[in-house]
């Protein structure tokens, strides 16, 4: 059965067709680096990432680029608030964010282009576009004309008639339309620049994955994905410009992940609810957010909330300890018998069912309840007055391979020493005496998450492993 995937440009399932056997050229849009990244950035990274590992499961070789957008209105806002250069802060947050994914267990993009790296390109692909006549310069701005690209909308499912009402010029914009975009901004005083044909300043938003697919990919890519909320304007306008410069199809197929909310609200700085990736993995196993992430269909919307956390630990520790009571049993095990062919043909069984799942339009969902089923069985299989060697290490090959697909780590980290914990219980001991009572409760939920049982007694607080 052929990988399927649902085309957000054609609003259906399609079998994956790759431009060219065996390999996979997919672009996903990576993160605006003025800050730590929220749960919201996380998910993309999270979802296209398992994407690239099936399909590295499944036999292809993936050329994987995401890219930063290391310069624009925000990172120049940041920039003057923190005193300091747009260089400087977007270094900062692209160590940041390596850090933060790759604790999630994301891995590394084949590249990871910037915008400042690849000025020369974008500027050429400007160039290029007002050469053709589809785009124009305007008081130092560039703008790309809407209206003379053939198919604008056919992403998003609107007719340029329909997108034109309600639009207007706003005051300062030099366009000749109001759904002409910017390519190129002319800087303001004071901003970062760079020289161009048409002055001093830096790309529009949209031009920059437009130019960076070209070179890194190809004129044509296999996919094109990224959050729902990017479907339009900006994947939109990829594709405008990009067709309007190579007159050939940008992507294939298109995938968008569904949005997250907070405890059913969206999730805002106005509303106090915003979730950096950065704090919330200091407080719980990155690879539970991980878990939790993929534990819904990545198009449908996903709800983080205390309670729906604590529901997906609760099922990973199920999978994570038949795991380790598979390797416990494994020291006792002898050899194989009959009776133990039947639990190797149903441990293949579901491996098989995992990949009919991940073949349709990668239903991670499905997958885990795979992991969960595999665990029932392997609790099953220890219930045996006879374990299999065999078996057992079928059980675990299968644990492995499954939940690598998945990017989900099942070994459990090493317990703390003794001597770690007591350093955490007089941590918490003197937060208490300062009144800092969120750290103390923060310690404590840490220490109960490892197991560990601390009792008030009269001669002090004493502790144990539970």
Not at 99 to 117: F, I, S, W, Y
Not at 152 to 162: A, M, P, V
Request: net charge negative.
């Amino acid at each position: 059965m052929a990988i399927q995937i649902y085309n957000t440009l054609t609003r259906k399932k399609e079998d994956f067709k790759p431009l060219e056997e065996g390999k996979v050229k997919m672009y996903v849009c990576g993160p605006t680096v003025y800050n730590y990244i929220h749960i919201g950035n996380a998910r993309p990274a999270i979802v296209f990432d398992t994407v690239r590992r099936y399909f590295e499961y499944r036999g292809y070789d993936v050329n994987f680029v995401s890219n930063f957008t290391d310069v624009d209105d925000k990172l120049i806002k940041a920039a003057n608030e923190l005193g300091s250069d747009v260089p400087t802060i977007a270094d900062k947050f692209i160590s940041a964010y390596f850090e933060d994914v790759q604790a999630l267990g994301c891995k590394t993009a084949t590249n990871h282009p910037r915008v400042m790296e690849n000025m020369d390109i974008i500027i050429e692909f400007v160039e290029e576009l007002i050469k053709k006549g589809y785009a124009y310069e305007s008081e130092g701005d560039v703008y790309f004309k809407t209206k003379e690209f053939n198919g604008y909308g056919k992403l998003s499912h609107q007719s340029i008639e329909d997108l034109r009402i309600g639009e207007r010029i706003e005051i300062g914009e030099k366009k000749e339309d109001p759904l002409d975009f910017a390519l190129w901004k002319a800087a303001k005083p004071g901003e970062i620049f760079w020289e161009s044909p048409w002055g001093n300043g830096r790309p529009g938003w949209h031009i920059e994955c437009s130019a960076m697919a070209k070179k890194y990919l190809g004129e044509t890519i296999d996919i094109h994905a990224g959050g729902q909320d990017l479907s339009f304007p900006h994947h939109e306008n990829e594709i405008a410009q990009s067709e309007a410069l190579s007159g050939k199809t940008f992507s294939n197929y298109w995938m968008h992940n569904g949005y997250i909310n907070i405890d059913n609200e969206k999730m805002s700085k106005s509303l106090g609810n915003f979730v950096l990736v950065h704090d919330i993995i200091k407080l719980i196993d990155p690879m539970l957010l991980r878990f939790f992430m993929l534990s819904v269909h990545y198009r449908h919307p996903i709800n983080y909330s205390e309670e729906l956390l604590q529901e997906a630990k609760n099922g990973f520790e199920r999978i994570k300890t038949a795991y380790q009571n598979m390797k416990h049993r494994l020291e006792s095990s002898t050899n194989l018998t009959e009776e133990d062919e039947k639990w190797l043909k149903e441990i293949e069984g579901e491996k098989q069912v995992f990949i009919k799942v991940m073949d349709d339009d990668f239903n991670t969902a499905n997958a885990i309840s795979v992991l969960y089923q595999l665990a029932k069985s392997a609790n099953q299989y220890l219930l045996e007055s006879h374990t299999s060697t065999n078996v057992i290490n079928q059980f675990l090959q299968t644990f492995d391979e499954l939940s690598s697909v998945l990017g989900i780590n099942l070994v459990k980290e090493e317990a703390m020493l003794d001597e770690e914990i007591e350093a955490l219980i007089q941590k918490r001991t003197e937060a208490r005496k300062n009144r800092d009572f969120a750290l103390a409760d923060q310690i404590r939920d840490q220490l109960k998450d490892l197991n560990i049982i601390i009792e008030d007694t009269p001669q002090g607080i004493r502790w144990k492993r539970g």
